[in-house]
């Protein structure tokens, strides 16, 4: 009894940092881009209103693939990860999102409400993560913990996509987000993807019952530019979620 009881207590408190209280979903567009794309900007406002009403709860990343994302003398945003990920969804259509990896592309004009519906959705896994970089190796380390308020459904995968904000760069129409357009008429990139660190499909999770706990560090070496475009270290931004497979994204 005694050991069984010793086994509990290290179950519930060995984490350090994830929560252990039942909390409901996060939410993540991902959303499908490209600096030719006509509403592509419109899109991005729209992404960054719904940040500004819920700014703990929602998060971005801008994902540049398809036909609008690629042309000649022009600055290539694309990445092999982003491509992939919307071959998931077979995406024919710019600006459009996933919520949450969710089986539906959805326009602009739907996000705001899938959104609302699946931040007021209980989660059975929290997930916290802690990033640091060596300025001068480059290396991205980052710690990873999740518990288990209830039990899992499917395999469920860590997934940890680094993002660069402050690109400046081309936009067609970027007059439709003013807020991004710089004062020599730039447009500033947000949250653009450039990798996903643990793959598309994410790193498994072994144990996935209720009161388990996950934890893990990651580290990768942020290359200097990728295609031709700088990585500044101090525009890094990580964004950690956990899916069952691939899809859809629990929180």
């Known amino acids: 009894i005694l050991m ?4 509990l207590t290290t179950k519930i408190f060995s984490q350090t940092f994830v ?3 039942a909390e409901n979903k996060n939410a993540i567009l991902e959303e499908f881009t490209g600096l030719m794309c006509t509403w592509c900007p419109d899109g991005h406002k729209v992404a960054n209103e719904i940040k500004a009403s819920n700014p703990n709860d929602f998060f971005i990343i801008n994902i540049h693939t398809g036909y ?3 042309f000649p003398n022009y600055p290539n945003y694309t990445t092999t990860s982003g491509n992939s990920i ?9 600006p459009s999102g996933v919520i949450n990896r969710g089986n539906t592309v959805l326009s602009r004009t739907n996000w705001s409400s899938a959104v609302n519906s699946t931040i007021n959705q209980s989660s ?3 997930v916290a993560a802690k990033s640091t970089i060596d300025l001068i190796s480059r290396e991205l380390t980052v710690e ?8 899992g459904s499917g395999q ?5 996509a680094l993002l660069q904000n402050n690109v400046e760069g081309y936009h067609y129409n970027a007059n439709l987000n003013p807020s991004q357009v710089l004062p020599n008429g730039n447009y500033n990139h947000m949250h653009m993807l450039r990798n996903m660190i643990t793959g598309v499909s994410g790193d498994n999770i072994p144990n996935t019952s209720q009161g388990d706990f996950f934890s893990k560090t990651y580290t990768y070496s942020i290359p200097q530019n990728i295609n031709s475009i700088p990585f500044d270290l101090f525009d890094a931004e990580v964004i950690v979620f956990i899916t069952q497979g691939s899809k859809p994204t629990v929180t």
């Not at 069984?4 to 086994?7: A, E, G, I, Y």
């Not at 919307?86 to 710019?94: C, D, M, Q, Y």
């Open 144 to 151: 990873v913990e999740a518990y288990f308020t209830s039990n």
């Open 68 to 70: 609008y994302a690629s």
């Open 156 to 160: 469920n995968n860590v997934n940890i």
């Open 86 to 94: 919307a071959n998931l969804w077979g995406v024919n259509s710019f």
């Open 124 to 126: 059975y896994v929290n």
């Open 19 to 21: 929560s252990t209280i």
């Open 4 to 7: 069984f009881l010793f086994f």
